[in-house]
T-cell receptor
């Protein structure tokens, strides 16, 4: 079984400041890792994902995340945030194996990012 | 492409009533999913489908039923609504390839359901 922990439920940050949203996971098997964003009153959309290769993954809107296998982490970063980045961010994992249900996503509880003008 | 569409956007039910949440996708995706989102709890998988005629339970299936008669549609049925089913429901789809665990899931805008 997998689990995802997002260490901060809310993160306030001033506009143009850097931000890091933390995500740790626990799994007995290899996983794929995802960050999704949910803007107010909307569905989720993919920011970025790690499948293999370089551990630094770049996504949309200037976000990037780094996979750290030894620390089982996949933290999301942005060097300079904008008001439009105010949203809820979800970290998720799926099982790399090809068995039944391997494509199911396990989500963290989310981190609400509030960008302050 | 409209992507993933859901109807209705909002609904209030009385305890014991039934309803069907509609979900459709026009991306020719094989895999479809239903999630519920409760405040501070992230998303939990209710049911999923890997193709027409094939469905299976997710993490929280009790009180729900699904069917998948076509590739495009994946309705979620609540038979006897209970207050515990008050939630926001999201439908999602993904293409489904040999590397399916890494597929991106595309989400609909959600249905906000209140059971009183």
């Amino acid at each position: 079984a997998q689990s995802v922990t997002q260490l901060d439920s809310q993160v306030p940050v001033f506009e143009e400041a850097p931000v890091e949203l933390r995500c740790n996971y626990s799994s007995s098997v290899s996983v794929y890792l995802f960050w999704y964003v949910q803007y107010p009153n909307q569905g989720l959309q993919l920011l970025l994902k790690y499948l293999s290769g370089s551990t630094l993954v770049k996504g949309i809107n200037g976000f990037e995340a780094e996979f750290n296998k030894s620390q089982t982490s996949f933290h999301l970063r942005k060097p300079s945030v904008h008001i439009s980045d105010t949203a809820e961010y979800f970290c998720a994992v799926s099982d790399v194996s090809s068995g039944a249900g391997s494509y199911q996503l396990t989500f963290g509880k989310g981190t609400k990012l509030s960008v302050i003008p | 492409n409209a992507g993933v569409t859901q109807t209705p956007k909002f609904r209030i039910l009385k305890i014991g009533q039934s309803m069907t949440l509609q979900c459709a996708q026009d991306m020719n995706h094989n895999y479809m999913y239903w999630y519920r989102q409760d405040p501070g709890m992230g998303l939990k998988l209710i049911y999923y489908s890997v193709g027409a005629g094939i469905t299976d339970k997710g993490e929280v299936p009790n009180g729900y039923n699904v069917s998948r008669s076509t590739t495009e549609d994946f309705p979620l049925r609540l038979e006897l609504a209970a207050p515990s089913q008050t939630s926001v429901y999201f439908c999602a789809s993904s293409y489904g390839t040999s590397g399916r665990a890494g597929d991106t899931q595309y989400f609909g805008p959600g249905t906000r359901l209140t059971v009183l």
